[in-house]
């Protein structure tokens, strides 16, 4: 089974950027999708973006083109770059992968195989 590591949390002054990388041992289906979903202190976890295999990519409108997904398809990591941040963005952000997931559904964590541990973001006002 594959196995998801989130990195790249820390804390960041409003404003800022931070780029967040979910590295994957190895996909088990050439056809998936991975998502970025967060969780802040007392909320449910919320969806932020989604890259497919074939690199299409959609983003929550909360985040809208402040963030962008990509693929590093030779490392097997999927990178989550946060730009123009704000407080509402401190959350744990989680990663996740489904296979054969309609990329159309990607907002339902019931859609993922797979979930790595979190990484932290913090940004300060």
């Known amino acids: 089974q594959v196995r998801l590591v989130a990195s790249g949390g820390g804390s960041v002054d409003t404003g800022g950027s931070l780029r967040l990388s979910c590295e994957a041992s190895?996909?088990?289906?050439?056809?998936?999708?991975v998502a970025w979903f967060r969780q802040a202190a007392g909320m449910g976890r919320e969806p932020v973006a989604v890259?497919?295999?074939?690199?299409?990519?959609k983003y929550a409108d909360s985040v809208g083109s402040r963030f962008t997904c990509s693929e590093d398809k030779v490392k097997n990591t999927v990178y989550l770059n946060m730009d123009r941040v704000t407080p509402e963005g401190t959350a744990m952000y989680y990663c996740a992968v489904g296979y054969g997931a309609a990329f159309t559904k990607w907002t339902e964590e019931g859609r993922y195989n797979v979930w790595g541990r979190g990484t932290q973001v913090t940004v300060y006002p």
């Open positions: 890259i497919s295999s074939d690199g299409r990519t």
């Open positions: 190895s996909y088990s289906d050439s056809n998936y999708i």
